[in-house]
């Protein structure tokens, strides 16, 4: 049976992240790609827009599930991102009971980025993202969301010691596979730690100066695609790596799209690098 994946995170209308990004990309790497909306928003709540609508779906999540409960829907694998505090009871429910045999969870912790959380999420919402944590088969926070799920402090520059620490304490909360975001040991280098449980691998890309919203959600959408084709976590990794820095320089210079990344100008690249005997 072809492989399919449920995307669980909200629906910015208008701003490139999330839902809008990840079912174009995924379907990219040839992946089915169901989505289960959390919330719908005008537009996403980064810097740029004086402020947004927000009708929060929790509700609708439920008899949705119900729904494909009487269908037996069932999926490969979970991809969750911006989610409440309240739903994440009701996502691990829903993972349960719709699991095809050896489905795979993947967590991208949103919550925050250099060093505070967004808009909008309480003090207290990285202790309920550690229990979305704790059942994932691959996790990818950001130095930011991985500090606030350790309880750590949250720095400017790490160590590769620290950074293998940190990797190391997130598999010990339950994560199986940690891939860190935002890795830097070399100011002109940017990249991602991949930890197994047992080893761990980089990857690091030109760090670009001008940073873009969205280019999480990228970089984790071509991870959940491009795992579910049967590539390693590495491959996935850099694959995504190298799409998000393409989508920034198709993006550069161009004012009028200050919200977001052309990530779609990447879509031929990914086709090639998750097939590249086509
Ligand atoms: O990119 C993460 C994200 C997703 N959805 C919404 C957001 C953000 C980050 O700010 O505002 C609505």
Redesign the pocket.
Known sequence: MEKRLLTI??I?CV?K??TT?ALPLISACGIECAVLPS?V?S????SGYSG?T?RDLTEDMITVMNQWLKEKIDFDAFYT??VSKEQIPLILEIIEKTSRNGAVTIVDP?MA?NGKL???FSSDFPQEMKKLVEKADVIMPNLTEASLLLGIEYKETYTKDEIEDIARKLNELGARNVILTGVSFDPKMLGVAVFDGLTFDYYFTEKILVSF??T??VFASVVAGALMTGKTLIEASTIAADIVVESIKATLGDDSHWYGVKFEKAIPALVRKINPSN
């Not at 537009?43 to 980064?46: D, E, L, M, P, S």
């Open positions: 995170q909200d910015s701003g992240c999330s990004v919330s928003l537009n996403h709540t980064a947004w927000f991102g911006y949103v980025d967004y808009a909008g919203h969205g999480g959600d």
